[in-house]
């Protein structure tokens, strides 16, 4: 049974950091991985999308990485901003269950001026 | 482009009460996905549409939940009765084909008292 594991759950840093969310997973016959955030009330917005055959992702100040023979994958945000403060959610799609997505319980991060 | 909507945003019910929430995907995504997260646990997968049939419902948590999709278009999910238990928000999403970005929307926070 697939579970999705993040490490920190709660992370406060100053801002100007540069930082590094954990994601684990225990099956790696995943399809894809996605990391997502979510803001107070809000959706999750999709922020990066790293098939199985990638090594990472980049989109601006953020980058994920993906090594599935290990299990694990990484979002590293660059120069963090207090507008990063959310909650980042990570996500896999497994092989042979259809479209469903498995998340981990979540990263709060806090990002102080 | 208008993205997914759901609703109500807020529903406060009795124990024994019977609710329906409403999900309406992005104009011609024929998957739609319904998850939900409880207090505390991650979000988790509920089920899956292609257009009105039930593609995956494997996370349905029993049968006093009911979703439906006819038409292809919105999907409703009722709970009946609903119990203290089913409080959470509740997520919908939507994507084009399967395997590709979802789109969640805001989400429906559900409250049994």
């Known amino acids: 049974k697939q579970e999705v594991t993040q490490i920190p759950a709660a992370l406060s840093v100053p801002e100007g950091e540069n930082l590094v969310l954990n994601c684990s997973f225990t099956d790696s016959a995943i399809y894809n991985l996605q990391w997502f955030r979510q803001d107070p009330g809000k959706g999750l917005t999709s922020l990066l999308l790293i098939q199985s055959s990638q090594r990472e992702q980049t989109s601006g100040r953020l980058n994920a990485s993906l090594d599935k023979s290990s299990g694990r994958s990484t979002l590293y945000i660059a120069a963090s901003q207090p507008g990063d403060s959310a909650t980042y959610l990570c996500a896999v799609r497994p092989y042979n269950q259809g479209g469903k997505l498995i998340f981990g319980q979540g990263t709060e991060l806090s990002v102080k001026p | 482009e208008a993205g997914v909507t759901q609703f109500p945003s807020h529903s406060v019910i009795e124990k024994g009460q019977t609710v329906t929430l409403r999900c309406d995907p992005i104009?011609?995504?024929?998957?739609l996905y319904w998850y939900r997260r409880v207090m505390g646990k991650e979000i988790k997968f509920l089920l899956h549409?292609?257009?009105?049939?039930?593609?995956?419902e494997s996370g349905m948590p029993n049968n006093r939940f009911l979703a439906e999709r006819t038409g292809g278009t919105y999907s409703t999910l009722k709970v009946q009765p609903a119990e203290l238990e089913d409080s959470g928000v509740y997520f919908c999403?939507?994507?084009?084909?399967?395997?590709?970005?979802?789109?969640f929307g805001p989400g429906t926070r559900l409250t049994v008292t």
């Open positions: 549409f292609v257009k009105e049939s039930k593609q995956d």
């Open positions: 999403a939507s994507s084009q084909v399967v395997g590709v970005q979802q789109y």
């Open positions: 104009s011609g995504h024929d998957n």
